[in-house]
């Protein structure tokens, strides 16, 4: 696409809408999903992908550098949580009002998906594929003079799919009339959480 034709968006931070869904079962020929279940109250979803290289030196100069993808981080800021949700993606025990966790707990993997509104409007729609979260932090405090709050916070790791490499599929418009990209409608966005994309739906 040429410059002249590039469409120019000055992007903003509005992220919403966030759903999980667990894998159910994932091999080389196949990811299979549970239906995705919402998650609200969320404040920020930041993912960071790194990259390793490793340098080869002859005479004295660079002769040579590799460049692989690293770890994929990504980290969840939520107003709260419900117990369930909490006991769901870290794999512990949520019945009768309490929570159990245990050293044999085992985190689930899970695709995140969310949507961020980037110009009024316009929306981008993300779905990470294959995530699995760590044990959060948790601090208490005594109730002080100035008013404070206490977020959620969700660290994980976002790995490449089994079957195909993927680990990260967005979505920001789609083909319209004589294949012209068009903005993303309230239809397209509502369909996109009721299955993951790119995944087989467990039966």
Not at 51 to 62: G, P, Q, W
């Amino acid at each position: 696409m040429s410059a002249s034709t590039a469409e120019h968006t000055l992007r903003r931070q509005s992220v919403r809408k966030l759903y999980f869904a667990e894998i159910i079962s994932e091999s080389e020929s196949g990811t299979v999903y549970d239906t995705p279940f919402p998650s609200p109250w969320t404040n920020a979803v930041k993912v960071s992908p790194s990259t390793e290289s490793a340098e080869v030196y002859s005479d004295d100069v660079l002769a040579e550098r590799v460049t692989m993808p690293g770890d994929i981080s990504i980290e969840i800021t939520k107003d709260s949580d419900a117990p369930e949700v909490h006991a769901k993606l870290l794999g512990h025990t949520y019945e009768d009002g309490e929570m159990v966790k245990s050293k044999n707990d085992v985190a689930p993997f899970f695709a995140v998906m969310y949507i961020t509104e980037y110009s009024p409007g316009k929306y981008e729609l993300e779905c990470l594929y294959r995530v699995q979260f760590e044990l959060p932090e948790k601090e208490r405090k005594t109730a002080e003079k100035t008013p404070s709050y206490v977020q959620q916070t969700y660290k994980g790791t976002a790995y490449p799919r089994i079957d195909n490499g993927a680990w990260e599929r967005t979505k920001d418009r789609k083909k319209g009339e004589g294949g012209t990209l068009v903005p993303l409608t309230k239809e397209d966005i509502d369909a996109w959480f009721t299955a993951v994309p790119g995944g087989s739906e467990a039966s």
